[in-house]
């Protein structure tokens, strides 16, 4: 599975990064007749920017993830199975177009067909794109795509707890994020829930955190749930002794970020100072050890008033009233 991890608050959204991550599961888990003619010892590209060449000018609707990825077939010299993945968060008009279009522009630029597939994330159970057509006097386009419809797995809850599959905790995480949007204390249960299974699972430790962070982003809870979440599951954690310890991560995680907001505050607040210290050289002269302890212990408020102040700074007297004010 992965060998590398998820980590929270990225730029790029955690179902772009969960499907990198676990690609070939995916294609196991949604579209398993695909997955059979792929060739999985050949590495799996990514042509990111091959799919911003492509992209239609026209964006429309919310997706979470575009993804153009190159893999081998299993059977023939290379020979390449190009996969345009869609994954769709709402209704879009116009959406099997844009999936044709960017077929059409996939074998233009590498003179190879697409395998072109399509995650419907989004609650209408109704809305199931799965081809394009055209007809014109004497033309006829009939073009067809596969999907997979995350609501359809509903109804098939035993069995996604029962898989072994990493996109079974995905899957389950969505369909509990869209059950959930207006009762957040059912959603902080089903996080806590979900994220036992995930300990109790036998996945390694990579696994996990990859899996918690995705569950974790797409569960988003209000500040004081929360809370109380990262308080259940802690408890949850010392007392069965997990092997993987997610709330110390996450604590960990989080204190990082605070110690890194801290120590890039202090270095402004040393680059505010050194600065000042060399203007006011300029204005009033050498200033004397009992001045330089005063101003190294302002603020970066205070040192960039005083900033401001020194311009009409004329002596060290003018410097030692400013201080005698500050206190």
């Known amino acids: 599975m992965g060998n590398e991890t ?13 499907l990198r991550l676990y690609f070939r599961e995916a294609l196991d888990f949604f579209f398993p007749e695909i997955a059979q003619v792929v060739d999985w010892t050949k590495p799996i590209e ?14 429309m609707g919310k997706r979470y993830a575009d993804q153009l990825v190159k893999l081998h077939r299993n059977q023939g010299p290379d020979i390449y199975l190009l996969i345009h ?34 995650i419907l994330c989004d609650g209408k159970p109704h809305w199931r794109p799965s081809h394009y057509n055209v007809t014109q006097p004497g033309t006829t386009l009939n073009f067809e795509f596969s999907t997979v419809k995350l609501l359809d ?10 898989s072994q599959n990493p996109f079974a905790w995905v899957v389950m995480a969505h369909l509990k994020m869209q059950e959930t949007r207006r009762d957040k204390l059912s959603r902080k249960d089903w996080k806590l829930r979900l994220i036992r299974s995930l300990h109790e699972s036998g996945y390694n430790k990579t696994d996990v955190l990859n899996l918690f962070n995705f569950i974790d982003w797409i569960l988003g809870l209000p500040k004081a749930l929360e809370h109380k979440f990262w308080q259940e599951l802690q408890a ?5 002794k997990v ?20 120590e890039e505050a202090q270095r402004s607040l040393e680059r505010e100072r050194s600065l000042i210290l060399r203007l006011l050289s300029r204005k009033v002269g050498s200033i004397d050890d009992l001045i330089l302890d005063r101003i190294n212990v302002l603020s970066i408020e205070h040192l960039e008033s005083l900033g401001e102040a020194l311009l009409d700074f004329e002596s060290i007297d ?5 201080l005698n004010n500050q206190d």
């Open 243 to 262: 092997p993987y310890i997610t709330s110390v991560e996450r604590i960990g995680y989080d204190r990082g970020k605070i110690e890194g907001r801290q």
């Open 46 to 59: 990514f042509l990111d920017k091959e799919l911003l060449k492509l992209a239609p000018t026209a964006v």
């Open 153 to 162: 797995y509903r109804d098939r809850w035993a069995e996604l707890e029962r």
């Open 6 to 18: 998820l980590q929270p608050d990225e730029q790029d959204s955690p179902w772009k990064k969960v």
């Open 318 to 322: 003018d410097l030692t009233n400013w």
């Open 85 to 118: 993945v869609e994954i769709q968060a709402v209704p879009e008009k116009g959406f099997a177009k844009r999936i044709y279009t960017y077929s059409f522009r996939i074998f233009d630029y590498f003179e190879h067909h697409a395998t072109s597939i399509a």
């Open 236 to 240: 949850y954690e010392e007392e069965r």
